[in-house]
């Protein structure tokens, strides 16, 4: 039986909204009082609606977390869009293989570390905004990428990646940080993706099509 544990504190609210969405949640509502002061129904509703919804896209539900050696757990929540081998390049000194995850405005959008370690990287590329489940996203796209070593010294890299409606990558996290599994560390805006690059021995849990869960969903094992 898989073993779960919280690595960070509960949050004491039924609907818990990530820190960053605060302020959108906040504008909105205000708009939305506004308009119902001055007694402008449709936009009063078209406001309220908004609110939920924005409250609804910046949710930050508790996460239990596999309490495995060796496992690596998904950085995001959305569908496996890719799972393929790759060589040396940007993101992985030699063979290595990257899981690609598409998040759609429906899923959450706070980002979760998928390995115990430290960074001992972060690189962020200005770039394009072409929709996230294209190729050409992984490298055209803006992007953060940061650059873990593991307690056992195996090396992941876990890229966010802006996408045609995303306009803002949020990163919490420094270099020379020390992180745990399922960890928050940031987050997206209005859809996106993240690019997992794994060493080439990993033992893969998942396949495309499949639906993953940040900090829960386990992608793979590295050889302990």
Do not use: W
Not at 30 to 55: K, N, P, R, S
Not at 165 to 182: L, P, T
Not at 192 to 212: C, F
């Amino acid at each position: 039986m898989e073993n779960y544990k919280k690595v960070e504190p509960a949050s004491p609210f039924a609907f818990p909204i990530a820190k960053a969405g605060l302020p959108f949640v906040g504008i909105a509502a205000f708009a939305t009082a506004v308009f119902a002061l001055l007694g402008i129904a449709v936009l009063a509703l078209t406001g309220l609606v908004a609110t939920f919804f924005i409250g609804y896209f910046f949710r930050d539900p508790d996460r239990v977390i596999p309490d495995r050696d060796g496992a690596v757990v998904s950085p995001a929540d959305g569908k496996v869009i890719k799972v393929e081998s790759v060589e040396k390049g940007r993101f992985c000194s030699g063979s290595c293989l990257k899981i690609s995850i598409f998040m759609s405005i429906f899923n959450v959008h706070v980002n979760r570390i998928p390995s115990n370690g430290e960074i001992v990287r972060v690189a962020y590329f200005p770039g394009k905004f072409f929709s996230a489940n294209l190729d050409k996203a992984s490298s055209d796209n803006e992007h953060n990428a940061l650059f873990l070593k593991t307690d056992k010294g195996r090396e992941i890299c876990f890229v966010q990646i802006a996408g045609l409606v995303a306009r803002r990558i949020i990163c919490n996290v420094q270099e020379g940080q020390s992180v745990v599994r399922g960890q928050r560390f940031g987050l997206i805006c209005f859809g996106s993706r993240l690019d997992v690059y794994l060493p080439a021995d990993t033992e893969v849990s998942v396949k495309v099509g499949d639906r993953v869960s940040a900090g829960t969903t386990v992608l793979g094992e590295l050889p302990i």
